[in-house]
């Protein structure tokens, strides 16, 4: 009976340090929030005012969300905190130690993500309406007239928000397997005719450019998760 009482009491022992396992591993994950990404080196070729740093941002929310090893503070209540702050988009990558220190505590997040946008547009230089290439003003050049394989790249850091410290950083470049028109689908639809970016939905992932956008958020994200042995 004693032996029999024994081997209970082993089980249960051993249900409780499996069971209490995950539980310790989702109190460790780190907590961060994603600030959107300036872009203001990217001139403004697209129609409509699609904020591509949001976009871009949410993009990489949902990669680190679906790793499941950060807290990811949510989207709304990130911006309400930023629009208190009024933070401009030339302050999304550098943001003062002040504005950190004040969104980390509101937020409860100890880690910001801030980064750039630094490539948005066609590879060829020489396609450009205007002028601009592979210069500041990447990708330059109207939808319908600039063609060629889209090219994306994108620069993030994590930045502790109680020291200011850099804790990482990392880039991530893509390039569409394909040419073609920046944002003409597999069928040259509506969104190439208008030249509108609405990086949720389908169409946009269907074009060359969001090919390129979810290979460079995707090699993004890939290094900021094997950087996160750096957070504590």
Known sequence: MRRAYLSVLCALAALCVIGGAPLAAQNNRPTIAVLSFDYG????????????????????IDELVNDGGFRVIERKRLDAIMAEQNLAQSDRSDPSAKTMAQIGRLLGARYLVTGSITKFGTENSNKSIGGGGWGSKFGVGNVGTSKGKANVAIATRIIDTTTGEIIASAKGEGTSKRSGLLLAGGGGGAAGAVGRIEMGSSEFRDTILGEATESAVKETAAKLIAAKSRLQ
């Not at 403004?44 to 904020?51: Q, V």
Request: no cysteine; charged share 15%.
């Open 41 to 60: 080196s990217i001139q403004h070729w697209w129609s409509g005012n699609e904020d591509i740093g949001a976009g871009i941002s949410d993009l990489l």
